[in-house]
């Protein structure tokens, strides 16, 4: 009699990690079935997320969060915008997982499995500001190509991992090494293997920074498989493009890195700037790193209600890329005039800091409140759309919420 063929044990793990459960007689399934909740593919119940989320794009997934999802302090799976250039890997085998270093500014590779990774090494856990670039772009005009992000792609998670500086000492690194770029499991979206979705990285002082962490762990968990399941880069404070997940191979490089989606008009903007809808020349534009001032309003929701004579307690998170949050302002008059609001400082650097304030209101009528926030350079959020660019990059326009008061 001839066996019939069942599926890996390590795609089952998969599966089942995507699921959220157990897949009880998996080891019954015949090899390439896809299971039923696979197949339905309604990424709330695929990723667990809270009903309210937004998809933007379910080939690659590209999710967002709404305001008043981002109310918590850490960013919980349920809440996090999933942003995916390409297909999510579907055979995860952990067992087997291994990171490779190589590149011109090392004498020779080396691979590390998980368990080295975690044996090896000492374990870090920061909490860590991810925003991706292009978050804000839909208020561009003209308006730019992309996943049209409004304010939710953006998290602050606890990670936790080993240090890439400490992987990258242990090995040694040439003195030539100028950057590093990650390399990953995903699947270009044509399923050509010779083809990569993404292949970004940093500067080797940015790879080398304290909080630059080799996470496997998010909130205390596995980090789920949309958010780079077993192996993730987390360079907090610039584009998450550089946060690459499923991990597999950096490479230190002697160039600065020219993977794909480092050069042209990827994540990059015009080094000067230039006037809405003009064309860009190639070698007018540059790299972007640490991310500009921003802040969101999380409470309460655009729209509410606030009964005459009451004050409303608002809050929110703001946060400056590679530098902290001095100041936290809001205005109720259209930015005429501002007022202080309480701001705490960051639990550890790169992480958003939370802001509250009491407000009051005048009279009945319709209001906005206007958030602005002002990095420790002086350097404010500005209240409009700012600098056109080709790809809709580094929208950091005040965030504002509707009221009534009645
Ligand atoms: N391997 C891999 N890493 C990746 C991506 C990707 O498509 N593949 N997308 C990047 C981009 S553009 C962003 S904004 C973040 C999103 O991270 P999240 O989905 O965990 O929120 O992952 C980054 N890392
Ligand atoms: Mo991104």
Redesign the pocket.
Known sequence: MKRRNFVKKATLTTMAGIIGADIVFGANMPLNYNPMALQDADPFQLFGLDKEMVVLNDK?WNIEAKAHLLDEKITSNKN???????LIPENIDVDNWVLTIDGESVSESKTYSLKDLKSKFKQYTYQLT?????NGRSEFNPPAKGNQWTIG?V?CANWTGVRLQDVLNDIGIKSDAVYIG?H???THISRDPNKE??S?GVPIAKAMQEETLLAFKMNGEDIPV???YPL??VCGGW?????????NRISIRNIVHDGT?MMGTA?RVPCNAVAPGDVVKDEDMCIIESMPVKSLLTYPKSGAMIKDGNTLNIRGHAWAGELAVEKMEYSIDFGATWKVCTLDKPVNRLAWQHFSASVSFPKKGYYEIWAKATDANGVGQPMLVPGWNPKGYLNNACHRIAVKVN
Request: charged content about 20%; proline content about 8%.
């Open positions: 690659p996090m915008f999933i942003r995916n250039n390409g991810v925003e991706c670039g292009g792609a998290s990650y990953a499991a995903d979705p993404i970004r949309s958010h780079g993730r880069l584009p998450a493009s550089t946060s690459g997940k499923w991990v989606k994540y």
